[in-house]
Every structure is written in C-alpha cells, then in structure tokens.
C-alpha cells in the first residue's frame, strides 16, 4: 500500500512539472511570439518612412530642362546633389529630366578623378525600369589622358544621342554613334 501512495505521489509530481513547465513555455512562447510582431511591425515602419523620405527627395528634385548639349553637360552649375539613393550607385550628383507620363528620368554623373560616367536611370512609382551608362571615359595609357569616351546630348524632342569617340594618334575618331528615345513605359527604343 505504501509503494502504492509512493507511485500516486510520484506520478502527480511530474504530472504537475509537466504542467508547471507547459505552461512556463506557453508564457515564453507568447512573449517571443509579441516580441517578434512587435518587432516585425517597428520594421514594416521603418520601411514605410525610407519609401516616404525617398518618395520626398525625389519629388523635390530640380529638373533640368531640354534640350541637354555638351556645354550643359559640362557645365559646373548645372548639376545638383541628391539627398537619396537611386538605383543603387554611389554619386549624389544629377540632372533630373522632365518627366514622360508620369516616369522619373534622371541622369546621374558619377565624378571620380581620372574616370567618369554618366548614367541614365527612369523611374515608375519609385522602381527602377532602365539603368544604362549612356557617357564614359576611359583612362589612357599616359596619365591624365583619354584614351575613349563618349558624350551624349538630348534633344528637345527628347532623342538621345550618343557619340563614343576612341583615340587615334594625336586625334579622336568616332567609333559607334547611336540615337535612342525613352517610351511611354520607361524603356529605351532604338531611333533610326
């Protein structure tokens, strides 16, 4: 009989560690459980106000109107500062274009020393849709030469026109012209 009530005993105590522990756990779990929604929630906010703060700067961006030549390109006062990202790449230096049905068409110019590029980037509801390096320079043999390049210039009817010119002897002959336009949906179409 003792063993019996030894057994009963026994076997109510782990009844109830089992339960003790349970319920330890099921408190634990819940508390995970509200740490990571509210956790998840603080990070939904965060990217909301990044969307918010891009969706700003990029709306309060100058745009630069067409036609676009060289002497604008090159010019010192023409180009702005970002105070965003877009697409990624490194430069804070722009000229925003006007927009084409509701598309963003920036041209971002990376200025670094010896090299340079000039990149074309449109933009719909914030995504980027073309990226294209539409001006380069490359670094010549020589120090502080140029052994290619190619400059661009915009129309007023929005053309592009890209003139890559390489290095032959003491002058530069033209390599590949092309011209391109942006359509209604942000992309690059090849003009003839």
């Known amino acids: 009989m003792m063993k019996r009530i030894l057994s009963i005993a026994i076997l109510a105590l782990l009844f109830t560690n089992c339960n003790g522990n349970s319920k330890s756990e099921n408190r634990r779990s819940s508390k995970d459980n509200l740490n990571a929604e509210l956790q998840k929630d603080s990070t939904n906010k965060v990217a909301e106000e990044n969307k918010e703060n891009q969706n700003d700067c990029l709306s309060n961006t100058k745009i630069t109107n067409l036609p676009i030549t060289n002497s604008i390109i090159d010019g010192n006062n023409v180009w702005n500062e970002l105070d965003c990202n877009i697409a990624n790449l490194d430069t804070k230096d722009y000229l925003r274009l006007p927009d084409i049905n ?10 670094n020393f010896d090299d340079f590029t000039y990149t074309l980037v449109t933009l ?4 980027v ?6 001006g380069f320079a490359k670094e010549g043999d020589e120090p502080n030469t140029v052994s290619e390049f190619t400059q661009f210039e915009i129309n007023k009817d929005y053309v592009f026109g890209l003139n890559t ?3 032959n002897g003491e002058d530069f002959k033209t390599l590949k012209t092309e011209k391109f336009k942006i359509d209604d949906n942000g992309l690059i179409v090849v003009v003839k």
């Open 102 to 111: 509701g598309i963003k068409v920036f041209i971002i110019g990376n200025f």
């Open 165 to 167: 010119k390489t290095k």
């Open 129 to 134: 849709i073309t990226k294209k390096d539409i």
């Open 124 to 127: 719909k509801n914030n995504k």
